[in-house]
């Protein structure tokens, strides 16, 4: 299986000797708090001060300052490429394609076995494909893996879904109960890529599953990067490290994802121990995003989504201008 890796292994020199000083982060993070005595513009002066409304602005989370920086050594998306990228994942049309519970039941991989069987190898297959050609056009795909209710089917339908939303879309059903996926699940993503959903590893998984998985990122020619996504409520495992190396050994390049950083109860040990996994010494120097799973009162809106797709639009070899096509051509 071909894949390119777009980002250089040297650039790995570069944060050989970096180190990182969290207490320095914590403290030096501002808050922005409303003055006590502060009144809105144009409030009238016979309103008592208890009628008069206090507008506090919620501080970015401490734990989002990571996303800037562990990818401090690549160019900082501006505030027009992310817009560009934010309106094409905003205007897509999201659609289920296919699942597999076996690897040859992937549309296009039964065909290719179909013509590596029949006889000579430059030979055509002259039989129907009984395959649509949407579903086999090649292209880019990127693979979510990660433990089982690592939060990919969540994070997948908040990609998909306009930021302006509170509530997620339900493109990928997403379930509490650990190793709800079980098979490949394929989403197009406005005729121009693919996310496949993979299923979890981990507490309630399989070897079939597993073997499903390896298989799927070691052969599929289609597929362009994969998403490690870790649980920032669990953190990084033994599981997790052993992916890796994985991927690593066999040169598939891949990113890592840590979700449900809304669930982190305290930031500055969690930020310790992020230095001390030296996740910036990775091979193939994976770039690493850090998002929050629901909005609440402490994240009142989807942190790190919109570097996520930027990152997507970069490993599918996507132009900032792309835009989603609505009809039957990609």
């Known amino acids: 299986m071909r894949l390119t890796c777009q980002r250089g292994l040297s650039i790995s020199r570069l944060l050989k000797n970096r180190t990182i000083d969290v207490k320095k982060i914590i403290l030096s993070t501002k808050y922005e708090h409303a003055s006590p005595t502060e009144s809105p513009k144009n409030s009238k002066p016979a309103e008592s001060a208890s009628k008069i409304k206090k507008y506090t602005k919620k501080p970015t989370p401490v734990w989002y300052s990571l996303n800037e920086m562990y990818n401090a050594s690549y160019a900082k ?7 560009s990228v934010n309106r094409f994942f905003n205007s897509s049309k999201i659609q ?7 690897f040859a039941d992937v549309p296009g991989e039964k065909i290719k076995n179909k013509l590596n069987t029949d006889g000579a190898g430059n030979k055509k297959f002259h039989g129907k494909t009984y395959v649509p050609f949407e579903l086999v056009n090649g292209l880019p795909e990127i693979a979510f893996l990660g433990k089982s209710n690592a939060g990919k089917s969540t994070l997948l339908n908040s990609l998909t879904t306009d930021l302006k939303q509170t509530e997620l ?22 005729k121009k890529l693919r996310i496949v959903d993979t299923p979890g590893y981990g507490f309630n998984s399989s070897v079939e599953q597993g073997d499903l998985t390896m298989e799927y990122v070691q052969q599929r020619q289609q597929l362009v990067r994969c998403f490690l996504l870790i ?6 495992g033994k599981l997790d490290y052993q992916i890796i190396e994985f991927l690593s050994s066999k040169g598939i390049p891949f990113e890592i994802v840590f979700t449900k950083m809304d669930k982190v109860t ?4 969690f930020m310790l121990s992020t230095q001390n996994m030296k996740l910036s010494n990775l091979p193939g120097l994976p770039g690493i995003i850090f998002t929050n ?5 402490n994240c009142p809106k989807r942190y790190g989504i919109d570097l996520l797709r930027h990152l997507i639009f970069q490993c599918c070899g996507l132009s900032r201008d792309s835009i989603p096509s609505h009809n039957g051509n990609t």
């Open 77 to 83: 998306p501006t505030t027009s490429e992310l817009n």
């Open 96 to 102: 289920y394609e296919w699942s597999a519970a076996h």
């Open 169 to 190: 879309g339900e493109y990928a059903k997403a379930s509490k109960r650990a190793g709800f996926t079980k098979t490949l699940n394929s989403f197009n993503v406005g």
């Open 231 to 236: 649980s920032g409520e669990q953190n990084i």
């Open 266 to 269: 305290n930031s500055e040990k």
């Open 293 to 297: 799973s629901v909005t609440s009162k």
